[in-house]
């Protein structure tokens, strides 16, 4: 008997998406000070739930965090890889996971997610984000139902409040493209787009699964912030990155500078 063909009706915007983000929010995340010094984690794009994800990295790099004294990791999207059958991301997506499904994705993240005694905040990437666009189901609110030290923010971007005094700012991204000719251009290319009043004194940038650390037009901070994925034939052939490991970050507060970062200080832990 010859297979029936099946017509998928797409589903509408969800209406509730304009209520999950909000560009001029500023998520009050504020560290404290060790004689001056804050320190944090700054990763992305771990995607749980694909067969290439380096669950072994994520876990070294959280242990490395808690030996470091790191309480506080920011993730710049894509923490789940978002295969649930109906949704996929790009084609053959669905041959490169485990399983489908959202709920047995959420409670495999829920459960084998390192924790170390660390707080993860995060945003959502194209790959978890794709899901509530699609199907109207939101990682970020579930996973931190079931995980209390994992701070859900919203999809894409969010501005975080690292220093109230000085006031010390962290934009998270989870960029749109994939590296056009050069690395540093993706950076140069965002940023060169916001005026410099409207900046965020420290960007960490996802998608690109490329680390890099620059300073853009002066004072801002910018970093690709790596990945927790080997290659799979998709990126291959798209020429993305594969630099797995992520950065541990120290900024000196400034006291008497009208810039608040008086010296920051960048460690790329590579696995």
């Known amino acids: 008997m010859p297979l029936q063909s099946r017509r998928w009706n797409m589903p509408k915007r969800n209406p509730e998406w304009d209520k999950r983000f909000d560009s001029k929010r500023e998520y009050k995340r504020a560290l404290s000070p060790d004689r001056g010094w804050i320190s944090f984690g700054l990763i992305s794009d771990t995607h749980f739930v694909n067969n290439f994800c380096r669950e072994d990295a994520v876990r070294d790099i959280y242990r490395d965090f808690k030996r470091m004294g790191i309480h506080q990791v920011f993730h710049c999207g894509d923490l789940w890889d978002g295969c649930t059958g109906y949704t996929q991301i790009y084609p053959g997506h669905?041959?490169?996971?485990?399983?489908?499904?959202?709920?047995?994705?959420?409670?495999?993240v829920a459960k084998h997610y390192p924790r170390n005694g660390i707080n993860t905040s995060f945003i959502?990437?194209?790959?978890?984000?794709?899901?509530?666009?699609?199907?109207?189901t939101d990682f970020g609110e579930t996973i931190a139902a079931l995980r209390p030290d994992m701070d859900y923010l919203q999809p894409y971007y969010a501005r975080i409040l690292l220093s109230e005094d000085p006031h010390l700012t962290l934009d998270l991204v989870h960029l749109a493209n994939h590296i056009p000719y050069t690395i540093g251009y993706a950076l140069q290319s965002y940023l060169r787009l916001i005026p410099p009043s409207k900046r965020a004194d420290i960007y960490g940038m996802g998608h690109t699964h490329h680390h890099q650390h620059v300073s853009v037009e002066g004072d801002d901070e910018s970093f690709l912030a790596g990945g927790f994925?080997?290659?799979?034939?998709?990126?291959?052939?798209?020429?993305a990155g594969s630099e797995i490991g992520g950065y541990k970050l120290r900024v000196k507060l400034s006291t008497n500078s009208p810039h608040p970062i008086e010296r920051l200080e960048s460690t790329w832990l590579k696995y």
């Open 124 to 136: 959502l990437g194209n790959h978890d984000a794709k899901v509530l666009e699609r199907e109207g």
């Open 229 to 239: 994925q080997d290659p799979n034939e998709y990126s291959i052939r798209r020429g």
């Open 94 to 108: 669905i041959h490169d996971v485990p399983f489908i499904g959202f709920t047995d994705g959420v409670n495999y």
